[in-house]
Each structure stands twice: as C-alpha cells, then as structure tokens.
Nanobody, 119 residues
Framework: VQLVESGGGLVKAGDSLTLSCAAS????????MGWFRQAPGKEREFVAS????????NYTDSVKGRFTISRDVAKNTMYLQMISLKPEDTAVYYC?????????????WGQGTQVTVSS
C-alpha cells in the first residue's frame, strides 16, 4: 500500500489550495480515508475523514465550512479542498487509510505535504 500526497505549497491568508492523495494497493471501497495535519511543535491532529461508502464526512471544528474532503474512486485519489486559508492552517498534511471495519484505525499513512499560509 502506498499513499502519496501532493499539492502543498506556500500561500497567503485567504487563498485556496487543493491537496491530493493518490492511493495504490488499496481500494476506497474497503477503506475509510482521512486527512491529518501536524504543525511545528504540536501533535498530529485529525482534519477530515470520508467513509468507505463515500456518503459520510467528518471535519474538525476549525476547518468546517472551509475544507472539503472528496474522492475519485476511478482514479483512487482523495482530495482536500481548502479555502479561506489561515496562518493557523500551516502544517504538514498527511493522508491516511483505515479499514472499513475499523474506521479509526488508520494503519496506512502518506509521507506528508507541507502547507504554509502566510499572514
């Protein structure tokens, strides 16, 4: 299994950015997918998740209304659309996969992509 994030970069506050997570070796139809982030000096935190059925999403409060998680099953790629970015969104963003029967047991992780939001 391999998860590869891309799309990070340096943006200004208020800008938008879309992250991608290309998955190989697993199917979105049997895995729940999630985005996490880790800011400097802080613990990794949950950002958003999408169930294997694709019908239920969950977001941490600080990104609700600004971030949207989605997936393209045919491309086996997951996305995180981010708008109205804030400096506090600066972090390394990771995608992760959890088996459908253990929705919070994320056992596969990507290498991360850096998002830096300047004020």
């Amino acid at each position: 299994v391999q998860l590869v994030e891309s799309g990070g970069g340096l943006v200004k506050a208020g800008d938008s950015l879309t992250l991608s997570c290309a998955a190989s070796g697993l199917s979105f139809r049997t895995y729940n997918m999630g985005w996490f982030r880790q800011a400097p000096g802080k613990e990794r935190e949950f950002v958003a998740s999408l169930t294997w059925r694709g019908g239920y999403t969950n977001y941490t409060d600080s990104v609700k209304g600004r971030f949207t998680i989605s997936r393209d099953v045919a491309k086996n790629t997951m996305y995180l659309q981010m708008i109205s970015l804030k400096p506090e969104d600066t972090a390394v963003y990771y995608c992760a996969a959890a088996p459908s029967h253990l929705p919070r047991a994320y056992n596969y992780w990507g290498q991360g992509t850096q998002v830096t939001v300047s004020s």
